[in-house]
């Protein structure tokens, strides 16, 4: 993880406590309370699985990236061997 994705999970992990906290002391009844934390954690996961997705993006494209380098410099080895 580099330090932009954590970056990015440090402020939605805060987003969702101080979301959790002012819902917490609102002064809502219990229904509405539970249905605003429903909300917010409804609203966390979709942005989990959009961080999720862009860092297996990244991933997979590092990987591609990775291998083409591997396969430039296997030939050059094989090459310069034969």
Not at 6 to 11: C, E, G, N, V
Not at 13 to 27: H, I, M, Q, R, W
Not at 61 to 66: G, I, Q, V
């Amino acid at each position: 993880m580099n330090s932009t994705e954590k970056t990015l999970f440090a402020f939605l992990a805060g987003a969702a406590a101080g979301a959790v906290a002012g819902l917490l002391l609102a002064p809502d009844s219990g229904t509405k309370t539970r249905k605003k934390l429903k909300r917010s954690a409804n609203d966390l996961m979709e942005d989990l699985e959009d961080t999720w997705e862009d860092s297996k993006k990244t991933i997979e494209d590092l990987t591609d990236e990775a291998t083409k380098e591997i396969d430039k410099y296997s030939k050059k080895i094989k090459n310069s061997i034969n």
